[in-house]
């Protein structure tokens, strides 16, 4: 995969939450295949299963691939080890996601040596979500091909803001010479237009166009 082919595009985050019917393979790979199929041009897709199952239905299509896990003790969840890294590449996934944070992650891996592992062994992209400028600034010291704005308004040190994150968006495109997607909050085509025109190199929009599970509760808690 080349990088050309998401340049300017939407990219769509094609997701479930794990308790939810839709949290299944064929689902998600159904999911997919519409948003491709009303011209996306690429998708991101968590987990090895959901992974493999839409490469086998759509082919080459571009793949941001990552792996939710949680462990006991840290906030890192995005890919948070080599040994995720190397399932979701091996399931299909062109580019890897990890958490680009400075945070600990478990087993003691660090940032650099994951990032330097996954080009090195797997000889995949690697795309470093990112909540702050200095997270941005480190990843893209420790070797990532692009950084994305994915945990503005999701860590300890950004919770009092609200994503879109076009305010860092703007700062990393103005600090870094590498690919920045806006990831994060885009509620409407406005504003994934808005996040192209400050200079996105693409956008992922993903509750806002497959979060099922999400929209009907927001509708629920304003019923009740």
């Given at each position: 995969?080349?990088?050309?082919?998401?340049?300017?595009?939407?990219?769509?985050?094609?997701?479930?939450?794990?308790?939810?019917?839709?949290?299944?393979?064929?689902?998600?790979?159904?999911?997919?295949?519409?948003?491709?199929?009303?011209?996306?041009?690429?998708?991101?897709?968590?987990?090895?299963?959901?992974?493999?199952?839409?490469?086998?239905?759509?082919?080459?299509?571009?793949?941001?691939?990552?792996?939710?896990?949680?462990?006991?003790?840290?906030?890192?969840?995005?890919?948070?080890?080599?040994?995720?890294?190397?399932?979701?590449?091996?399931?299909?996934?062109?580019?890897?996601?990890?958490?680009?944070?400075?945070?600990?992650?478990?087993?003691?891996?660090?940032?650099?040596?994951?990032?330097?592992?996954?080009k090195g062994e797997l000889g995949k992209l690697v795309m470093a979500d990112v909540d702050t400028l200095n997270n941005a600034i480190v990843a893209a010291e420790a070797g990532v091909d692009l950084v994305g704005t994915t945990l503005y308004g999701y860590t300890q040190e950004t919770q009092h803001l609200s994503p879109p994150g076009f305010s860092l968006l703007t700062d990393i495109i103005e600090k870094l010479d590498i690919p920045v997607i806006c990831e994060g909050g885009i509620q409407t085509p406005q504003q994934g237009k808005t996040a192209l025109e400050l200079g996105a190199y693409a956008i992922v929009v993903g509750a806002a166009i497959t979060g099922i599970d999400l929209k009907v509760q927001a509708f629920q808690s304003v019923i009740d």
């Open positions: 995969m080349k990088l050309e082919q998401i340049k300017s595009k939407l990219i769509v985050s094609c997701q479930a939450p794990s308790d939810s019917p839709l949290h299944h393979e064929k689902i998600i790979a159904a999911i997919a295949q519409a948003c491709i199929g009303r011209g996306a041009a690429g998708l991101r897709l968590d987990t090895p299963a959901h992974i493999r199952e839409v490469r086998h239905c759509l082919g080459s299509i571009p793949i941001i691939g990552l792996w939710k896990r949680q462990f006991s003790g840290y906030d890192v969840y995005i890919t948070p080890r080599f040994q995720e890294a190397m399932a979701i590449a091996q399931a299909g996934a062109d580019i890897i996601a990890i958490d680009g944070t400075i945070r600990p992650r478990p087993h003691g891996e660090n940032l650099k040596e994951l990032v330097k592992r996954i």
